[in-house]
T-cell receptor, first 111, second 114 residues
Framework: KQEVTQIPAALSVPEGENLVLNCSFT??????LQWFRQDPGKGLTSLLLIQSSQREQTSGRLNASLDKSSGRSTLYIAASQPGDSATYLC??????????FGKGTSLLVTP | GAVVSQHPSRVICKSGTSVKIECRSL??????MFWYRQFPKQSLMLMATSNEGSKATYEQGVEKDKFLINHASLTLSTLTVTSAHPEDSSFYIC??????????FGQGTRLTVV
């Protein structure tokens, strides 16, 4: 069974810092990997989707990389802002598009 | 973009009653819909997968008679929590996918059973 682990579980940084969130998964036979943002009590906002054949995706200040062979992905956030404070979830899918989620990294960016 | 609408966003019900949660794909036809549950400080866990017009496939440990899923059309799936108990209190969220693309999530439903 696919296991997804996210490190760290929580992170607090001052505004302006660049930061990296880590995700690892046990079964490298994935279809794609997604990073989501979840605000307290809210649904999920998709940030980046990386297909299994891709190495990275970028959107604005966000960059996600995928190393399928080693079972790792990183989400890089440049020049962090207080509005980036949220829980970031990593999820991998098999061909059925059902997702296996990590527990998330809770990010706090302080002014 | 693809929009998935989930309703209600919050519901409080009495123990023993049933609650229905709706998940609609607003601008695309969803061949498959997924229901997830998230307990506090835990991962989202897949409960079941439903394909339009067929019975849902439930994950191990999820009671199909308690969590009734109906996917009667390509734009609507419903999850009914029957005879709800306080331990069913959780965050329920659906996602919908169309053929060969990513899944899109609803806003989620916070269920509290008192």
């Amino acid at each position: 069974k696919q296991e997804v682990t996210q490190i760290p579980a929580a992170l607090s940084v001052p505004e302006g810092e660049n930061l990296v969130l880590n995700c690892s998964f046990t079964d490298s036979a994935i279809y794609n990997l997604q990073w989501f943002r979840q605000d307290p009590g809210k649904g999920l906002t998709s940030l980046l989707l990386i297909q299994s054949s891709q190495r990275e995706q970028t959107s604005g200040r966000l960059n996600a990389s995928l190393d399928k062979s080693s079972g790792r992905s990183t989400l890089y956030i440049a020049a962090s802002q207080p509005g980036d404070s949220a829980t970031y979830l990593c999820a991998v899918s098999d061909s059925g598009y059902a997702l296996n989620f990590g527990k998330g990294t809770s990010l706090l960016v302080t002014p | 973009g693809a929009v998935v609408s989930q309703h209600p966003s919050r519901v409080i019900c009495k123990s023993g009653t049933s609650v229905k949660i709706e998940c609609r794909s607003l601008d695309f036809q969803a061949t498959t819909m997924f229901w997830y549950r998230q307990f506090p400080k835990q991962s989202l866990m897949l409960m079941a997968t439903s394909n339009e017009g067929s019975k849902a496939t439930y994950e191990q440990g999820v009671e199909k008679d308690k969590f009734l899923i109906n996917h009667a059309s390509l734009t609507l799936s419903t999850l009914t929590v029957t005879s709800a108990h306080p331990e069913d209190s959780s965050f329920y969220i659906c996602s919908a996918s169309r053929r060969a693309t990513e899944a899109f999530f609803g806003q989620g439903t916070r269920l509290t059973v008192v």
